[in-house]
């Protein structure tokens, strides 16, 4: 008998979506375990290992039975790197169920998915992305660290369309990283890099997760 397809999930809950153009929008989350990264400000590191295995079916019936309750239209998939595992049959139940779905990655590992929202977050030290994403992406969000250098939002300005917005995310919306977002953004705009903006974490700011 065929096994059913499983994954290894983290959490699945209901929140709002903090960072990236879809702030604010009552969102299920569904974190998967597993990352190929190690970031130090990385602040799912409980995400990184471990985790149920789920079958999808399961994962399906929880974001249902979250939804009589919190009747969002959204769900994020994230993780870790969600990318990690084998994502098709999920996104394709989610998107049976009539949910519309977001998938948040640091855009090293691609498969290509009917998700209506990608968001990519790449990552230090070399800021490296699969190269299909490049037309796939929604938003670029990148994390303003100490490492962070204009040469680093200008090569990946370059690298996506404009019209995939550039969000410079000040690391846990740290008052020395919102000053070095606003000295990103004015020196991009001097320079003539288009679309590029500053966010935040919204969730950090109403202490929700
Ligand atoms: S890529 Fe994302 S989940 Fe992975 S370590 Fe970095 S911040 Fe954490």
């Not at 929140?15 to 130090?40: D, K, M, V, Y």
């Not at 149920?52 to 399906?60: E, I, N, Q």
């Not at 990318?83 to 999920?90: E, G, I, K, N």
């Not at 000040?170 to 001097?190: F, G, I, Q, V, Y």
Request: net charge positive.
């Amino acid at each position: 008998m065929p096994q059913p397809h499983t994954l290894k999930i983290v959490e699945i809950f209901p929140s709002i979506q903090g960072e990236g153009l879809r702030q604010g929008e009552p969102t299920i989350f569904i974190r998967l375990a597993g990352c190929n990264l190690r970031c130090s400000f990385c602040d799912t590191k409980y995400a990184w290992q471990g985790g149920r295995r789920l079958s999808v079916d399961l994962v399906l019936k929880r974001a249902r039975d979250i939804r009589k309750r919190f009747p969002s239209s959204w769900v994020s998939v994230t993780g870790g790197e969600p990318y990690f595992q084998d994502l098709a049959a999920l996104i394709l139940g989610l998107k049976k169920d009539g949910l519309k779905v977001q998938v948040e990655t640091n855009g090293t590992i691609f498969q290509p998915l009917a998700a209506d929202w990608i968001t990519v977050s790449p990552k230090p030290n070399n800021y490296a992305c699969h190269p299909r994403f490049r037309r796939k992406a929604r938003e670029v969000k990148l994390v303003v660290t100490r490492a962070l250098t204009f040469e680093t939002v200008k090569r990946l300005r370059q690298e996506f369309p404009e019209a995939a917005p550039l969000l410079l995310q000040p690391e846990t919306n740290a008052p020395w990283s919102r000053a070095k977002s606003l000295r990103l953004l004015d020196h991009s705009l001097r320079q003539g890099l288009k679309n590029v903006r500053v966010s935040f974490q919204l969730h950090k700011i109403y202490n929700i997760r």
